[in-house]
């Protein structure tokens, strides 16, 4: 099967008048449709320009980008990025900021009101479309920017530490919810995430990256029995704490080297 995102021997530098950065090194990773993916690794490894790269942010210094096989010239609808901060627009209602995307890709239609709503009901948030984003908390803004990057339908979704400026019992809800929106789906995801206890509840694979140019440094499948519980329920599951101390070790082997 062709992979849904697919990278070949990619190498990212950032050039600016005083340096070159080489953040990402002959990088080869794929995804097929339907699997949930985290990357993990040191800061500064090159996880958030991994996913700018698959988002058609930016372009490889070399190698490939591939999405469904093509390489990726520039963002599209297929690819969907959700970010740590909501980025709301705070004078639109809840509805418009979730028809945001369809507005900007000329996808507005009479049935994108319905879409909405549908949306905002999947996510628990039933009755807020005509309110503003002050008026939620945290949490509920971050599930309106999940309900914002599913209007569009995208295949992949992309994830860049959206749990992490959330309370413990609020992100857990959250995962949840992602991980059940997409599975119902059958939409791909990739995370980025600086907790490893998430990355293995959520994930079928979590991968490590080594310290820069990032590379991939190890590859973890997760057990059938993690994957197939909730996350949150999984972190209670047998293999759990074993597979967090196999790859925290691995983690901590990256972060030294990164520093030698
Ligand atoms: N626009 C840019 N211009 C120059 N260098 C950059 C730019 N963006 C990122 N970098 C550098 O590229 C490397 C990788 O950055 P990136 O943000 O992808 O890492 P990260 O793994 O996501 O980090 P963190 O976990 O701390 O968020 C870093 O050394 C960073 O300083």
Redesign the pocket.
């Known amino acids: 099967m062709v992979p849904i995102i697919q990278l070949k021997h990619v190498d990212l530098a950032?050039v600016?008048d005083r340096e070159v950065?080489l953040?990402l090194e002959d990088m080869n990773l794929s995804a097929q449709s339907g699997e949930f993916i985290s990357l993990v690794?040191p800061?500064?490894?090159?996880?958030?320009?991994?996913l700018s790269l698959m988002a058609g942010l930016i372009p490889p210094s070399r190698g490939l980008v591939l999405l469904h096989g093509k390489p990726v010239k520039g963002p599209t609808p297929e690819v969907g990025y959700m970010l740590q901060q909501d980025y709301l627009f705070p004078w639109r209602t809840i509805q418009d900021n979730v028809l945001l995307g369809l507005e900007l890709t000329n996808l507005l239609s009479k049935q994108s009101v319905e879409l909405a709503e549908d949306l905002l009901e999947g996510m628990g948030l039933d009755g807020t479309s005509h309110m503003f984003p002050h008026q939620l908390s945290g949490g509920m803004r971050q599930r309106v920017a999940l309900a914002r990057t599913l209007a569009t339908n995208p295949d992949l979704l992309l994830l860049d530490e959206p749990f992490s400026a959330l309370d413990y019992q609020t992100k857990l809800q959250l995962e949840d919810l992602v991980v059940d929106t997409l599975k119902q789906r059958g939409k791909t995801g990739i995370l980025?995430t600086?907790d490893l206890s998430e990355a293995i509840a959520v994930s079928d694979r979590v991968i490590v990256l080594g310290a820069?140019p990032?590379k991939i440094r190890s590859t973890f499948e997760v057990p059938d029995n993690i994957r197939r519980a909730q996350p949150f329920y999984a972190r209670e599951e047998p293999g759990f704490n074993a597979l967090f101390h196999e790859i925290w070790g691995e983690l901590e082997a990256s972060e030294r080297k990164g520093k030698t």
């Open positions: 950032y600016t950065t953040a690794g800061s500064g490894c090159g996880k958030t320009t991994l980025v600086h820069r990032g």
